[in-house]
């Protein structure tokens, strides 16, 4: 029977990671994962493939609306669905044959099949009716999310759709329902609404993009408007049934009944912690209230050798929060003090313009009542967004009213998942805006608004 000092179970963001961090630390390590490929959701169904998607189709729609303004003459632009989805294909398997080749390289034993615990040493791993039992003094849990279905409509992959379903469809439907304005909803309605679909979101609260700062919100909201995507939000889907000709929603908001109506429905109303099969009760392992399961701040289960990381624990379902405990987590069994500080991790909603957001929100710091100072730079005067034909946008520096410390930034731009990067580290070092404002900015760039947030933090814009 194989011995481990560490067994992964889950090769996501959060499960890989981990393994490589344990193997470096020098623990014989071994991962276990049930699906054909590795990587996870992220990989294979989540993060690359729906941005694969949605690059592919923002060229299209940037050649589509804007070619003519840069003297390009393009004529009978049309899409190659199948070539787009080839395209998307590559980079998955590109990229989870890169996670294989990292387990070799680390000397990492790969395990294929569906891990259930015997007891809270052993594990048995049943791969496709094959069963191996395997023994480990630690185990790493990551076995990551699945998403959430409503009671009323249960995924069939033709009609109702789920994100797994809706990066992989082989023709545009001529209307899309999507219930959720989440990440998900927002990114894969963008994806289709360039094709050409009529996308229509129904959110259940006031706002979409909920946890983001409530500006990021609104701006993208108008922003997703223009682009012909139809928004309901305070709008509550009561039930749904699959007709003849697609699907139909009965909808309230205010008190006010009505149906909406399309091709097909796109469920993303969140994702829950996958644990089923896992056999957590006989290994001891205790779950939360909310279905996650119960770590200590050392990412430690309520069976001490046995700790649990990313989306089946509490916090933000992200695949860089999933690493980042995976690695911390791994340290902490070595006897390090791994640690992921939570109040830098940046969140990022892929659409065009994206909006990404790290610390604080407005509406966070008034609830908290902490005295803040805001500087804002819009886009639009920017020599490299009007280069770049990218002016939509703005960055929002929240900073401590005494101290200057920076709390929080917010970014609406088609560059603000690569310009939060910069804010990540001030939040991390513990940085000021001035800081920011006194740090050279190469020109021309889109960071160059960074900096003039900064500068109108202390009252003193350049441009402004
Ligand atoms: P997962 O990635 O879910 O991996 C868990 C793995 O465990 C799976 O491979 C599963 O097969 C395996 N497993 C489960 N049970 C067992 C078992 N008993 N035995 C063996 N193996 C098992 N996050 C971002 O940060 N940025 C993004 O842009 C982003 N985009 C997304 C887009 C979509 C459409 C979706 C659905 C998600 C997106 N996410 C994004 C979220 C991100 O994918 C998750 O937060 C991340 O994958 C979580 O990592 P994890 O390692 O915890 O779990
Ligand atoms: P989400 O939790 O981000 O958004 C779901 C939305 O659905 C919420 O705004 C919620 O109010 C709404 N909702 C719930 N029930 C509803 C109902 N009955 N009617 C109408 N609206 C309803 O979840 P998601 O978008 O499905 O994404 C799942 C997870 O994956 C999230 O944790 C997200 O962080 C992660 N993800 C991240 C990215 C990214 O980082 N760019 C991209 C995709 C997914």
């Not at 390009?72 to 080749?101: N, P, W």
């Not at 998403?147 to 379903?165: C, I, N, Y």
């Not at 990313?310 to 992200?318: A, E, K, N, T």
Request: glycine fraction near 12%; proline fraction near 4%; charged fraction near 20%.
């Amino acid at each position: 029977m194989p011995q481990y000092q560490v067994l992964v179970i889950g090769a996501g963001p959060g499960g890989y990671v981990a393994a490589i961090r344990a193997a470096q630390l020098g623990f014989k390590t071994a991962i276990v994962e049930k699906g054909k490929t590795l990587g996870g959701t992220c990989l294979n169904v989540g993060c690359i493939p729906s941005k694969a998607l949605l690059a592919s189709t923002e060229h299209y729609h940037f050649a589509q609306e804007r070619f003519a303004a840069h003297g390009i003459v393009a004529e009978k632009l049309s899409v190659d669905l199948g070539a787009m989805m080839k395209r998307k294909d590559q980079i998955v398997t590109k990229l989870t044959g890169g996670v294989d080749f990292l387990m070799k390289k680390n000397k990492i034993e790969k395990l294929t099949g569906k891990a259930t615990f015997l007891d809270a040493n052993t594990v048995e791993i049943d791969n496709a009716g094959t069963k191996t039992t395997v023994t480990a003094e630690k185990f790493v849990l990551a076995t990551g999310s699945v998403p959430v279905e409503l009671p009323f409509l249960k995924f069939d992959g033709k009609t109702v759709l789920s994100s797994d379903h809706a990066i992989a469809l082989t023709e545009v439907p001529k209307s899309l329902l999507v219930i959720g304005g989440g990440a998900i909803g927002l990114e894969l309605g963008s994806v289709w609404r360039r094709l050409g679909a009529e996308v229509t979101v129904v959110e259940f609260l006031p706002r979409i993009a909920t946890g983001f700062d409530g500006q990021v919100a609104e701006t993208l909201r108008k922003s997703l408007i223009k682009q012909g995507i139809t928004i309901h939000t305070g709008t509550k889907v009561e039930s749904g049934e699959v007709t003849k000709g697609g699907i139909a929603l009965t909808v309230s908001a205010e008190g006010k009944t009505t149906k909406l109506e399309a091709e097909k429905v796109l469920v993303a109303v969140g994702r829950r912690p996958y644990v089923e099969g896992l056999g957590l009760e006989k290994a001891g392992v205790a779950l939360t209230d909310r279905g996650r399961v119960k770590i200590d701040a050392h990412w430690k289960t309520s069976v001490p050798h046995i700790s649990a990381i990313g989306d089946i624990v509490d916090g933000p379902m992200l695949a860089h929060k999933a690493s980042d405990e995976g690695i911390a987590a791994v340290e902490r069994m070595a006897g390090k003090p791994g640690q992921v500080n939570f109040d830098a991790i940046p969140g990022v909603i892929y659409t065009n313009p994206e909006g990404a957001s790290v610390g604080l929100t407005e509406e966070q710091l008034k609830e908290k009542g902490v005295a803040y100072k805001s500087g804002s730079a819009p886009f639009g005067p920017n020599g490299r967004a009007l280069a770049n034909d990218a002016t939509e946008g703005f960055v929002k520096i929240l900073a401590d009213a005494k101290t200057d410390r920076v709390l929080g930034v917010h970014i609406v731009s088609s560059a603000a998942s690569e310009l939060i990067a910069q804010a990540v580290s001030v939040i991390e070092f513990g940085g000021s805006a001035e800081d920011i404002a006194r740090t050279c900015h190469a020109h021309p760039t889109m960071s160059e608004v960074v900096r003039e947030a900064a500068h109108a933090v202390g009252g003193h814009p350049i441009h402004g």
